[in-house]
């Protein structure tokens, strides 16, 4: 505000208090101003000073606010002050300038007082910086009148002794503008105002003139300050740096931060900073308690966003590389343990899986979990325990999976077998077997090969061969002899089981067996090609060769095909004459000599090859018993030239590779009866029509024949088929069980007595009947039962308990209660998994609102109540609740309001004056003895009696002669005599022998007695 000090001013002589400017009456820049023209000088908000020289006008404490009277003008107080009302006509005195210095105007806008002819100026007038605006000065004469000098802006200083009076001058009031400008009036511009103004009209139109200008001061408010960039919400893993930033209009804006709702002022690893417009949170590293809702206030302007901490399971790095990169190694029989440690937020399940299926706990697996490791635990393991092993750590903030290798060593397996004679004499017997199946995880380093005579016991070892010979002669046999031997595979942790030999007998001289008769491959008019296989009886050495020889159909004389024998099984023979119907033999050649030959073949024409037969019709299975099949079917479609001559039928076991005849010779109708079948044996039949041309395409049989077996149906019960399952909710079950019995049994499973839920699926094939429920549900639990019957009226049965688990859900509602003084009961709601689990547990945790960490309270708590003693009072205490069982834990349940324990306040304390009396003192005495009590883990045990004794005894706990004053696990009070023990949340380390002393001057009392814990579970 622009204001100066009159300090020149002249003061009437007239009776009362004289006008003029007051001493240093001004207001200082960006104050109210204070009382000009008051005899008071200094005073702030004085009253009016009766007519002097010219009235002058004061200004007030926040206004300037003039009253006129006859002879001059008197100031009217400002807030607080008095109105002078009563101005007498004092002698004119010349106005004098008074002495002043430009101020910067930062305050409200006043008014002035105005005379006609001369102004009150200084060197300077008032000058606007920015958008700030200035005041004018007062003006003051001999005859002073109201001036509107109000809030005017101005371009460039302002001289204040410019000559001019209203509505003149580059300054005139006349031309202000709004409600205190305006045009002046005639009687402004010309004439001095009148001075016969009433003090209330003056007090209106100075109230009136205020309230304008403070309207027009409201609205020249600096422009408000806003946001170019909010705060954005954060997620960041544990440890890793985070940042909160946001960008505002103005850089003179000073910030605030708040987490949740509380300003920070100091946290240990955050950073306040602001680079311009941008203010900025850091976290060098997050951790659990930086977790929240920020808050930037700033100014105006105001914004918030959340940090969210994830803490995903972790495992070592180290540890991790080692797992995954290099293989677990253990030896056969002995005991396995993986142990994993990890970190993270708590709760985390873990979960062991194999071949893509969860683990569980059965005779030789277990898997235990705490709240910093997993371990997987094989007590014996062997080889099908190797292979690919997955951990999976699961959290609210993610899964971890690790994926390790398990390698189980071990002696190695038998070598396959049999063990084959590829040859046998009066002087050595070679055998040949094949490597193991399973080399024990090391490579097989030899073969060690025994003997031993038949009719002794004892073995001798022959010799060893090297890895890659699978094969052994030996030439300590004598002729006519029989032996046994034996082959064994080793590696470098020990020797396999043997694979033994049947009875071998050292022959002189022994010819192969006679082959099969061979077949016809394929025919044209000068050659005929045959093929053959060896025979099943090699004599006593390698075969060598085969004598082919051919006749004509009809002859006796058999004529060699080749010169010497053949090596291979299959002989083109030619030089033969068309149209000539020929058979041919074949017979097996070894060291000792040509064996037997082989029934003749089919007979075939040479000649050009014509049109076969085609494909028999509705071949099919018609009857079969325990020892036959009979098969019928239909002649092939007609064709023109070809006459079927009769029909091939072919069988071949399922295990093998190669079809053999059923008959020697064709048969002549469309049926036959497949006799001499094993019982219970499967096989695949085929017939095919012959011509002169050769066979046609064969039919076989869509599905397997067997002939019927005379079996009571059983089941095939195993190590393998388990009695009792426990699976995951959500987690498949699937039970194969194989079975026998002719004819095929009925196979029905049960639920519990009842027919399955629609959403089993049953299948049975091939001897296996499998049950499979997709996804377990919690009722699928119960007794399943499998039953086979064979229409008859035999049955057997077989049942397994199934059980389905999963993690508990969430524990109910937690109520808090102050049952003893300076403690908390948490007492919960149950989970709902209770109805179906047996083995859930709880486990609470606390957490002071200072701090962001839970801590464990209690665990393995199998009932809904717990009792905190450690209540510090004065401090606010949240709770959580989570049910547990062998498979994870529960989502918790939290405490929404906060348990404080209020401090109390020392009382003011009168003590009752002693007066000496008679002496009563008696020594103690038990009025009611201590009981033993039972009770069960988790809960709370009262124990009390009653002590009488003059003075009052003093009281003493003990537990097996242990000081209970000051556990807090133990809660004491003697109320009149009645002493009371409570032991909060009893454990199993609360049983003993408790003893209660009464003791005083006089004497002691004791009394026992014993607790004993239960545990809930039983």
């Not at 305050?107 to 100026?121: F, H, I, T, V």
């Not at 914004?303 to 994830?310: D, G, L, M, Q």
């Not at 080692?322 to 677990?328: C, D, G």
């Not at 020889?549 to 030089?575: A, E, S």
Request: hydrophobic share 30%; with cysteine.
């Amino acid at each position: 505000m622009a204001s100066g000090h009159g300090v020149d001013a002249m003061l009437s002589r007239a009776p009362g208090y004289a006008g003029g400017a007051g001493g240093e009456g001004f207001s200082r820049e960006g104050s109210a101003l204070w009382g000009a023209g008051s005899p008071y000088g200094k005073d702030r908000g004085s009253a009016g000073a009766m007519a002097g020289a010219g009235g002058v006008g004061r200004l007030g404490g926040d206004e300037w606010d003039l009253v006129h009277g006859k002879g001059g003008v008197g100031g009217a107080g400002g807030p607080g002050g008095e109105y002078g009302l009563d101005a007498h006509l004092g002698r004119p005195s010349r106005g004098e300038t008074g002495k002043g210095t430009a101020s910067d105007v930062r305050g409200p806008g006043n008014k002035g007082s105005a005379g006609d002819r001369e102004y009150l100026s200084g060197p300077e007038g008032a000058r606007r910086e920015g958008r700030d605006f200035s005041q004018l000065g007062s003006l003051y004469d001999t005859n002073s009148a109201f001036g509107g000098a109000g809030s005017k802006f101005h371009d460039r200083s302002v001289d204040g002794s410019s000559s001019g009076g209203f509505g003149q001058g580059p300054l005139s009031y006349g031309q202000m503008p709004g409600p205190l400008g305006g045009p002046p009036s005639a009687n402004q511009r010309n004439q001095e105002p009148d001075l016969d103004l009433k003090a209330n009209d003056s007090l209106k139109n100075t109230e009136s003139t205020g309230q304008k200008r403070q309207s027009i001061l409201d609205n020249l408010k600096v422009p408000r300050c806003y946001l170019n960039k909010q705060l954005a919400t954060v997620r960041v893993l544990k440890g890793d740096p985070a940042e909160l930033s946001c960008t505002v209009s103005k850089d003179n804006v000073t910030g605030v931060w708040f987490k949740d709702g509380l300003k920070l002022t100091s946290m240990d690893g955050v950073i306040f900073e602001k680079k311009g417009l941008v203010h900025k949170l850091i976290i060098n590293k997050a951790e659990d308690i930086h977790a929240g809702k920020y808050r930037f206030e700033g100014g105006d302007v105001k914004t918030e966003a959340s940090i969210f901490v994830e803490d995903p399971p972790r495992v070592d790095k180290v540890l991790l590389k080692n797992l995954s990169s290099v293989p677990t190694v253990a030896k056969a029989g002995e005991g396995v343990k993986l142990q994993i440690p990890f970190e993270g937020r708590w709760p985390i399940r873990a979960a062991w899986l194999k071949d893509r299926m969860e683990l569980g706990n059965d005779t030789r697996i277990r898997v235990d979990k705490t709240d910093t490791c997993t371990t997987l635990s094989i007590s014996s393991c062997d080889r099908t325990d190797c292979g690919d092993y997955k951990v999976r750590l699961k959290n609210d903030s993610g899964v971890l999976e690790i994926n390790l290798k398990l390698v189980v060593i071990d002696k190695p397996q038998p070598p396959a077998g049999p063990i084959k004679i590829v040859e046998s004499s009066a002087d050595n017997i070679t055998i040949e077997w094949k490597p193991p199946k399973d080399d024990g995880g090391k490579p097989v380093q030899r073969y060690i090969v025994e003997r031993q005579q038949v009719g002794r016991n004892d073995w001798e070892t022959l010799g060893e061969t090297p890895r890659s010979c699978t094969s052994f002669t030996t030439s300590r046999v004598e002729e006519e002899m029989s032996y046994y031997f034996r082959v064994r595979a080793m590696n470098a942790e020990g020797v396999s089981d043997a694979l033994e030999s049947g009875e071998v007998k050292a022959a002189g001289k022994a010819c192969p067996g006679a082959p099969d008769p061979p077949e016809i491959i394929s025919v044209s008019r000068d050659a005929i090609t045959i093929s053959w296989k060896a025979p099943g009886k090699t004599g006593a050495s390698q075969i060598v060769g085969y004598v082919v020889q051919k006749r004509k159909k009809g002859t006796v004389t058999w004529l060699p095909v080749t010169n010497g024998p053949v090596k291979d099984k299959k002989l083109k023979v030619t030089n033969l004459k068309k149209g000539v119907q020929y058979e041919f033999r074949v017979a097996a050649v070894n060291t000792a000599g040509t064996g037997q030959p082989s029934d003749p073949s089919e007979p075939a024409f040479a000649r050009d090859p014509t049109k076969s037969p085609g494909q028999v019709q509705d071949l099919k299975v018609s009857s079969s018993d325990s020892t036959s099949v009979t098969l019928t079917w239909n002649k092939p479609e007609v064709q023109d030239g070809i006459e079927v001559k009769g029909y091939e039928v072919e069988m071949k076991p399922c295990n093998s590779l190669s079809w053999t005849k059923c008959f020697t010779l064709p048969a002549q109708s469309t049926s036959c009866r497949v006799q001499g079948l094993q019982a219970g044996g499967k096989l695949l039949l085929r017939v095919r029509a012959l011509s002169d041309s050769g066979p046609g395409e064969a039919s076989e049989l869509e599905a397997r024949a067997g002939a019927a077996p005379v079996v009571s149906p059983r089941l095939l019960i195993d190590d393998t088929v388990k009695s009792f399952l426990i699976i995951k909710a959500g987690n498949p079950i699937r039970v194969k069980i194989p079975f026998e019995g002719s004819p095929e049994p009925v196979v029905t499973w049960l639920k519990d007595g009842l027919p399955l839920p629609s959403r089993a699926d049953v299948s049975t094939e091939d001897g296996i009947t499998q049950l499979l429920l997709r996804a377990a549900e919690f009722c699928d639990s119960g007794t399943y039962t499998v039953e086979l019957g064979d229409g008859l009226g035999e049955r057997e049965t077989f049942s397994f308990q199934v059980q389905v688990r999963d993690i508990p859900q969430p524990p109910g509602a937690i109520r808090l209660e102050e049952n003893v003084p300076n403690t908390v009961t948490v007492t919960w709601d149950p989970s709902a998994s209770e109805r179906w689990e047996k083995n859930l547990y709880y486990t609470i945790l606390k957490r002071e609102s200072q701090k962001g960490l839970w801590h464990v309270l209690g665990d393995l708590i199998y009932n809904n109540k717990f009792t905190f003693t450690r209540v510090v009072p004065g401090r606010d205490y949240y709770f959580r609740v989570v049910a547990k069982n062998d498979l994870g834990a529960s989502d918790p349940s939290e405490t929404v309001q906060p348990w404080r324990i209020s401090k109390k306040k020392a009382e003011f304390q009168v003590k009752e004056q002693k007066y000496r009396g008679v002496n009563q003192n008696q020594p103690p005495r038990f009025l009611v003895p201590l009981k033993s009590h039972v009770v069960v883990t988790g809960s709370e045990c009262h124990m009390s009696c009653a002590v009488g004794g003059h003075p009052p005894p003093k009281i003493t706990w003990y537990k097996d002669s242990r000081d209970l004053s000051g556990d807090p696990n133990y809660f004491c009070t003697n109320d009149f005599g009645v002493c009371s023990l409570v032991v909060l949340g009893v454990t199993k380390q609360d049983e003993g022998e408790y003893m209660v002393e009464a003791s005083n001057g006089v004497g002691r009392a004791f009394s026992r007695a014993f607790l004993a814990i239960k545990d809930s579970s039983l």
